[in-house]
């Protein structure tokens, strides 16, 4: 009898807890390495054979946990590829690799479970272990406040998990995840709602996810974090921070009926991208750079999930993982582009006109490839917000180089390759789009045209009035986590780092 597709996946974490046992007895840098090399090698074979059975065998085991193994595994052995060579001549080289191996573990788990108590404590694990890495240099002070601050919002945001798993296990009668949405199903076709406790328990989803994906007002740590090491920040953006997006594409029936939670969503997410966009353009630091962009990227995908295009979210997920862990590891290159840059021919900056010209003209191409999508895939169109959000986002490939016609052909290839990859996600996710409050949809809209047209009219007009009152504003981050970062101090003050006099315990 073949071997099912679901215990091999559920191999995954083992794989890398059980590397923990050779590197902590090992204590050279050459042979305490090894164990995490391995692991990485060995979980992504495990992953790429669990995809061939699936594929072989047309298996309808859980393809969402099976899409987050495949990216784990790896960003896993990138990262730990990247580590080994990064940390080249480091003090505590085996207590990195320790931390790191566990909260891979941790992250697999939590992207494999079937249990609902068993990914909240890998979560929480998770956290715990991503702390030992970003305060890897136990001597830099702005290492531990930021990571003070981090421990004290994700406490905070285990706490609303904990309550969350309480009234699920309580309504379901069971811990299984599907046990869990099974409730929720039958309550719909029972009496069309979800009852108080299902409500308040995807509000406290809602909140633990909004705490741990760095959402405003508490998103400070995630952009000060820039004292650990390099391959520690891609592993953050690129994977921990998307869990809440996980999250909420596991338990889409759920937060599709869930009105207030859908709210929160859409209103946090949507604020979050937006401020945190316009702030991303007054840095010039990369890493900073990249840690805003991280925000405003997981502010939209939680909108996205709040609208209910749980499709368009995990197609997000996916692409911005890869990117962002591209991006983190490439930023020392940043140099070199920046010059290969300066030595081309400068570009004029394009109008107010020109911008709008291109919103137009990325409706128009998006309308008509959505008709000719729909006339070739029937029952399969996008909703309006989904269009919409997608034409805001690549209407700037209409003015490529400022040819109209190379800029619309590069948008259609760009827009087709999403509908390839949106159906894909409808497969691996296999639920129904569901329509999301009016009110909401027009909140969302309202929102990205709004930012659409204040960035045109900064690009146009970057000496003009309006954006010289709106920088010092935007360069101070709205001066949102001035407020958050007092009240942690206040609740919970930082201890001050002590200095390293001797390299005791730590081994090159």
């Known amino acids: 009898m073949p071997i099912t597709l679901a215990p091999l996946v559920e191999l995954l974490p083992w794989v890398y807890a059980l590397a923990l046992i ?3 007895l090992l204590h050279t840098r050459e042979h305490f390495w090894w164990p995490a090399r391995g692991a990485g090698y060995l979980g992504l074979s495990l992953v790429l054979v669990a995809w061939l059975q699936a594929a072989l065998n047309q298996q309808a085991d859980d393809r969402l946990g099976l899409a987050m193994a495949g990216l784990v595994s790896v960003l896993a052995l990138v990262i730990i590829d990247y580590s080994r060579r990064y940390l080249e001549g480091e003090l505590g080289q085996q207590r990195y690799v320790l931390a790191l191996i566990g909260t891979l573990a941790a992250v697999a788990t939590v992207v494999t479970s079937t249990d609902l108590l068993l990914l909240v404590a890998a979560w929480i694990v998770s956290s715990l272990c991503l702390h030992q890495l970003l305060t890897f240099y136990r001597d ?6 930021v990571a003070h601050k981090k421990f004290l919002a994700s406490r905070l945001a285990d706490v609303c998990l904990l309550l969350a798993t309480g009234l699920l296990v309580r309504a379901g009668g069971d811990s299984s995840i599907a046990v869990i949405l099974d409730t929720v199903n039958s309550r719909l076709q029972a009496s069309g709602q979800l009852g108080w406790d299902l409500q308040l328990a995807a509000l406290l989803l809602a909140l633990a996810v909004i705490l741990k994906s760095a959402q405003l007002p508490v998103h400070g740590w995630l952009i000060q974090v820039m004292e650990a090491p390099t391959p520690v920040s891609a592993l953050l953006h690129a994977g921990l921070v998307n869990l809440g997006g996980f999250l909420l594409l596991r338990f889409a029936p759920l937060f599709s009926a869930a009105v207030p939670a859908q709210s929160v ?4 997410g949507g604020l ?4 945190a966009a316009l702030v991303m353009m007054t840095r010039i630091s990369i890493k900073v750079r990249l840690a805003w962009s991280t925000c405003a990227q997981m502010g939209l995908m939680l909108l996205e999930c709040g609208l209910g295009l749980y499709e368009l979210a995990l197609v997000h997920l996916l692409a911005h993982s890869l990117y962002k862990a591209h991006a983190f590891l490439a930023a020392g290159e940043t140099v070199a582009q920046a010059r290969q840059h300066a030595l081309q021919p400068v570009v004029v900056r394009p109008g107010l006109g020109d911008l709008l010209w291109a919103l137009l003209l990325a409706g128009l191409a998006l ?21 919409a ?3 805001i986002g690549l209407a700037p490939w209409c003015l490529r180089r400022w040819q109209v016609l190379q800029g619309l052909s590069m948008f259609v290839l760009l827009l087709a390759a999403y509908l390839l990859w949106h159906q894909a996600a409808a497969w691996i996710l296999d639920t129904p789009l569901t329509q ?8 969302a809209l309202l929102l990205f045209v709004g930012l659409y047209l204040l960035q045109a009219l900064i690009l146009a007009r970057p000496q003009g009035a309006l954006t010289q009152r709106l920088y010092p504003l935007a360069f101070a981050g709205f001066y949102l986590d001035e407020h958050f970062t007092r009240l942690t101090f206040r609740l919970w003050p930082v201890r001050s780092p002590q200095p390293l006099t001797s390299p005791t315990g730590d081994r090159p």
């Open 272 to 275: 979050t991208a937006v401020l």
């Open 22 to 24: 050779p590197a902590s």
């Open 436 to 443: 999301a409050p009016l009110l909401l949809t027009g909140l």
């Open 265 to 268: 969503l859409v209103v946090v």
């Open 389 to 391: 959000i997608l034409a």
């Open 367 to 387: 309308a008509l490839l959505q008709g000719a999508w729909t006339w070739l895939q029937p029952g399969h169109e996008l909703p309006l917000v989904a269009l």
């Open 140 to 145: 830099r002070p702005q290492a531990l406040v």
